[in-house]
């Protein structure tokens, strides 16, 4: 009885706390609700006249939503990175980042499954893959893996910081009995979704590009690049922002992370670029497309050569600690390796997969107005949920929000 | 150890096919498909199979009722020269004349090179004397069309059903189709 | 009906107006329908007019639209289909305590079919009665909206059946009469000009350069120094593309032929990119083919007619194969070129092929088995 009032005042004072705010934080949700009131207009259209809106064909038949996808599962696998020291290693430094990085994996979840619901051709019948209601073909396919483990996942990064905040709210400490285990989980479980994503892919003999040993591990080192990044700029916004504390120290050590994660990254991008360029075969073609266009045909050309610099630069100024420790040119750094990875996890993986197509034929893909305003706004959507969650829990860490201090205070 | 995952049973379509072959005697039949159709059965080899019947199908059969006398003594008269209109295009002038095929002493039957008489019907024998290897694959199935179903009884068409014996092989002609959304897709040159 | 049904019904009261003997659908005897009908008349209207307004509601614009795009298109956004939820709970209510009137007994049927086609179950999980079931719905929709009669079957596959196909890379001459007759037998779409079959022109002495061969070609056929290679769907005994499918709506039958129960794909694309071959096609939008150009002879999962957004693919043309006809491919070829039949049969013609020319088969190494041999005289 007790904790369902609680609750119901946990839910008032949060919708109390997120629907007031700064003149900058209205006109934030209010451009954002803009956005996805302009990418829902552009799915409308999408559902009316079928995915010949966008720019894929039966040639490259996935392209910037389920690029999208396959990058955010990186961002949400990333979150794993600080719970990890947190919770199991008790190393303090990252508990307040830590909230922030499960709220960050919760939206970013969130993206993930919008982007594979706007892919689909049939939303409506989507009711076919709930297990018991439809047909379920686990475990032959890698796609009711993911759709279990991105559940599972989502269910995990609710349930935990829902339990500590709600613990803090009463203004009492979160028992570890109760989270340490299912931190530990989220651990092994944050992999998992990565690397079953990653098998997705891996797991098709049809298209040689995807079809190599280390894709799933390549995923993995860019995901724990690219996610803590994340994690670095939204935690200097904060900074900013609000009064919650974050020292120096946190960010210093998630920077430590992006930085030997985006190293590996890069050691595997050498030792794939040798395997394709060394002894080019009939599989390499994916790859000259990717990287020198084929045929004459070159529409990736612009977008990894934006990657590879960025990437490449980014990963050598963190390397050196007298850099890595300039905030400035952390954050700079961590922006280049956001947006390097997710062209090279995002374009330049998925739809390279595609070219040239299984009889060599090649058509280009460029995605159409309409599937940009779909992912746009499916973007801002995220960045709408992280917000709400933020505020909530920032506001429950703060002490602002207390069942107790609300209680004597109507009394 | 991949191709046994679902099947459990079989390494591949060939062990498949071995394990489980039998003489199909199924609900399924070609003879409703093949009532319209005359058929001859015959029996080359060890394959046994319908053809279709020819004599029918020729307008001027039977040819004696123009041809009352054997060619010899046809040649050299006066009047319309008969069949002016095919053109023999098979092999070579030096190599084949109307001769060598129709028993110009006999003009309702074909012939073979050594003057045997061959029925109308069976024409396909004359061709056979040539053309070794495509009847081979014919008697087989890999040559040639069937006339209805993939269903037994097994009906085949004959040589002349699809060559013009006078002028066998096929002519060049355009496609029956071109897809002009897959040339825009592809951003193809359009006038090919 | 049996009692574990694989679809949810929802009872308009059709079911039962066919055990009552007046034409008066309220479900009473005669004699008391007429005594009443005075005392009921300002009720039955007003069940009428809710019963549209909840109809509406739940299939909402659909209705309104020109008959062929209702049945093969029901369309649901999260919008409608919250929309629906709620409605259906009024249908529901309204089902139980309305009375049919002669007058609305078609669209009450639409719905009901609509409703029945919306949530029934996977094709392949079927047994025969519901299979029966769901291909006289599809029949009576479509003769309640176009008043045109198809006829759709739903055999299953034959005993000691295995289809197998061969194609002799040197008789075809790329005259695609292939390619035409299986866009009209299949009822693709004419608007994206979808085909099934792709026949390549390879240059000679360059061996397999399918990134070189044109496959769109429009020129007199055959041109000189070249050769035609046709690839279609390959009926794979391993089929990836069935492995990957999170709602098995694709599957491999018992006579290997690989099929798609349209209603069933949830468009997710998985089952292409995991095709070697190219064999799958997907409807980026309404598929549509001009009504008197429609083949009418349909089998449930070969050629009736597609929705958007699911995919398809060549069935070797179930709806001619299951009566043992040939596929249309196979009539079509002017050149002998393609070989179709019963691999389990030791007398069949495609069986002699095997055995006696040299055939292979494209990409062996990926394992997944093929049904589709290539061989050359």
Known sequence: MGVFKILKSLVIDSLDTITKGSVKYHIWMGVLTLVMLIGMYCYSIQLDQGLSVTGMSDRVSWGLYISNFTFLVGVAAAAVMLVMPTYVLKDIDFKQAVLIGEGLAVAALIMCLAFVVADMGGPSVLWHMIPGIGVFNFPNSMLTWDVIVLNGYLFINISIPFYILFRHYQGKEAKKKIYVPGAVLSVFWAVGIHLVTAFLYQGLQARPFWNNALLGPRFLASAFAAGPALIILVLAVIRSFTAFKIPDKTIKKIAMIVTVAAQINLIMLVSELFKEFYAPTHHSESAYYLFFGLHGKDALLPWIWTAIPLNVLATIILTFGKFRNNLKILYTCCFFLFVAIWIEKGFGLIVPGFIPGPYGKIVEYLPTGIEVGVTIGIWALGAFVFTILAKTAIGIELGELRYEKKKSSTL | ?192 | ?377
């Open chain 2, 1 to 192: 150890m991949f191709s046994c995952k679902e099947e459990g049973e079989y390494h591949s379509i060939t062990d498949k096919i071995e394990a489980e072959q039998k003489p199909y005697h199924g609900k399924l039949t070609s003879e409703e498909l093949l009532a319209d159709t005359q058929l001859i059965k015959i029996t080359e080899g060890e394959h046994i199979f319908l053809i279709p019947e020819r004599k029918g199908q020729i307008k001027s059969f039977a040819c004696i009722e123009c041809h009352s006398k054997p060619l010899a003594q046809m040649r050299g008269l006066d009047g319309k020269k008969a069949h002016w209109d095919i053109k023999l295009n098979h092999a070579n002038s030096e190599t084949m004349n109307c001769a060598t095929c129709h028993n110009p002493d006999d003009m309702n039957n074909l012939k073979t090179l050594t003057g045997q008489n061959v029925d109308l019907n069976l024409s396909y024998k004359v061709c056979a004397q040539c053309h070794s290897s495509q009847f081979e694959d014919w008697k087989g199935g890999a040559h040639g069309k069937k006339v209805a179903g993939w269903t037994p009884p097994r009906a085949s068409m004959t040589c002349v059903n699809c060559h013009n014996p006078h002028s066998p092989s096929f002519e060049t002609r355009w496609p029956v189709q071109f897809n002009t959304q897959k040339a825009i897709e592809r951003k193809d040159d359009l006038d090919h």
């Open chain 3, 1 to 377: 009906m049996s009692d574990n049904k694989k679809w949810y019904t929802l009872d308009l009261g059709l079911n039962k107006k066919e055990e009552t003997s007046g034409s008066c659908g309220c479900g009473k005897s005669q004699g008391s329908c007429n005594s009443h009908k005075e005392e009921e008349k300002e009720e039955e209207i007003s069940h009428e007019e809710f019963y549209e307004a909840a109809i509406n509601a739940s299939i909402g614009e659909e209705r309104s639209k020109d008959g062929f795009e209702q049945v093969f298109d029901v369309k649901m956004d999260r919008r409608t289909a919250f929309k629906k939820l709620t409605a259906s709970l009024l249908i529901g209510a309204g089902a139980i305590s309305s009375c049919t009137s002669v007058v609305n007994a078609d669209s009450k049927e639409k719905a009901q079919i609509d409703w029945e086609e919306q949530f029934k179950g996977n094709y392949k999980l079927m047994i025969d009665e519901e299979k029966q079931g769901t291909v006289d719905r599809l029949m009576r929709s479509y003769e309640l909206r176009t008043g045109k009669n198809i006829s759709m079957t739903s055999e299953n596959a034959e005993e000691d059946v295995l289809f197998g196909y061969a194609f002799n890379i040197s008789k075809c001459q790329g005259y695609m009469n292939c390619v035409s007759a299986c866009v009209e037998e299949n009822n693709q779409d004419r608007n994206s000009e979808m085909q099934y079959i792709r026949i390549h022109e390879m240059k000679d002495g360059e061996g397999f350069k399918f990134d070189k061969a044109d496959d769109n070609y429009y020129h007199e056929v055959p041109k000189e120094d070249h050769f035609y290679m046709g690839t279609q769907c390959f009926h794979c005994d391993n089929p990836p593309c069935v492995e990957v499918c999170p709602v098995q709506a694709t599957w491999k039958e018992d006579d290997g032929l690989v099929v798609i129960d349209y209603d069933w794909c949830v468009g997710c694309r998985y089952c292409m990119a995991a095709c070697p071959y190219d064999g799958r096609r997907f409807n980026w939008s309404k598929p549509e083919v001009p009504e008197n150009e429609i083949n009418k002879n349909q089998h449930y999962l070969g050629n009736r007619m597609r929705k958007k957004g699911v995919m398809e693919k060549c069935t070797f043309c179930v709806q001619r194969t299951r009566k043992g006809k040939n596929p249309a491919c196979v009539e079509a070829c002017p050149t002998g070129a393609r070989i179709f039949g019963n691999l389990l049969d030791p007398n069949s013609t495609i069986r002699w092929v095997l055995e006696n020319k040299k055939v292979f088969r494209l990409k062996e190494d990926l394992g997944t088995d093929p049904k589709f041999w290539y061989f050359m005289d």
